[in-house]
């Protein structure tokens, strides 16, 4: 993905694995159910993370929000075609543009606000979405946005346009 660096994107993979593992999941054996704009059910397979990888995610905050990203980054690409095409700044109301391979930052095709969460109830699920949906709807110059929120006890994703 030219807007995201091999070594980032392995490292929100390592955290995705930690994050599915510590609810009980096993890679290869995983479906991801995803809802909302986007439907259907992904196979998640992953490398299985080492003792290292779990020391190194123990902050769950930092972990919950980074693996969600790799899972949010892989439906949407999966589902969409569109990827990663830079990262956004701080306080811009969203994490990612989203774009085809070989579009440039002009033709962004939608902006990506992602959030994580490790263990809820689709109460939480949908009180969460609303707020990151909210959040894109602040910045209605812009193109198109997908706020998605991702839970790893089921494992599930929710995908809402903007």
Same mark, same amino acid.
């Given at each position: 993905?030219?807007?995201?660096s091999?070594?980032l994107? %392995?490292?929100?993979?390592? !955290?995705? =694995? *930690?994050?599915?593992?510590?609810q009980?999941?096993?890679? #290869?054996t @995983?479906?991801?159910?995803?809802?909302g704009h986007?439907?259907?059910?992904?196979?998640?397979?992953?490398?299985?993370a080492t003792e290292?990888?779990t020391?190194?995610?123990?902050?769950d905050?930092e %972990?919950?929000?980074?693996g !969600?990203c =790799? *899972?949010?980054?892989?439906?949407?690409?999966?589902a969409? #075609?569109? @990827?990663?095409?830079?990262?956004?700044?701080?306080?811009?109301g969203f994490d990612?543009?989203?774009?085809?391979?070989?579009?440039?930052?002009?033709?962004n095709?939608?902006r990506?606000?992602?959030s994580?969460?490790?263990?809820?109830d689709? =109460?939480?699920?949908?009180?969460r979405?609303r707020?990151?949906?909210?959040q894109?709807?602040?910045?209605?110059?812009?193109p198109k946005?997908y706020a998605?929120?991702?839970e790893?006890?089921?494992?599930?994703?929710?995908v809402?346009?903007?």
């Amino acid at each position: 993905m030219r807007g995201l660096s091999p070594q980032l994107g %392995a490292a929100m993979a390592q !955290a995705a =694995a *930690v994050c599915l593992e510590e609810q009980g999941h096993e890679p #290869g054996t @995983t479906c991801l159910g995803v809802r909302g704009h986007v439907t259907g059910s992904f196979a998640l397979d992953w490398v299985p993370a080492t003792e290292q990888a779990t020391r190194t995610w123990r902050e769950d905050v930092e %972990a919950t929000e980074h693996g !969600a990203c =790799a *899972v949010a980054i892989s439906v949407m690409r999966a589902a969409t #075609g569109l @990827t990663v095409t830079d990262r956004s700044r701080r306080g811009t109301g969203f994490d990612f543009w989203l774009g085809t391979e070989d579009s440039l930052f002009a033709q962004n095709a939608a902006r990506l606000e992602v959030s994580g969460i490790r263990r809820g109830d689709n =109460a939480a699920v949908g009180r969460r979405l609303r707020e990151k949906a909210a959040q894109l709807q602040r910045y209605t110059q812009r193109p198109k946005g997908y706020a998605v929120v991702v839970e790893f006890s089921r494992p599930l994703a929710h995908v809402e346009e903007r």
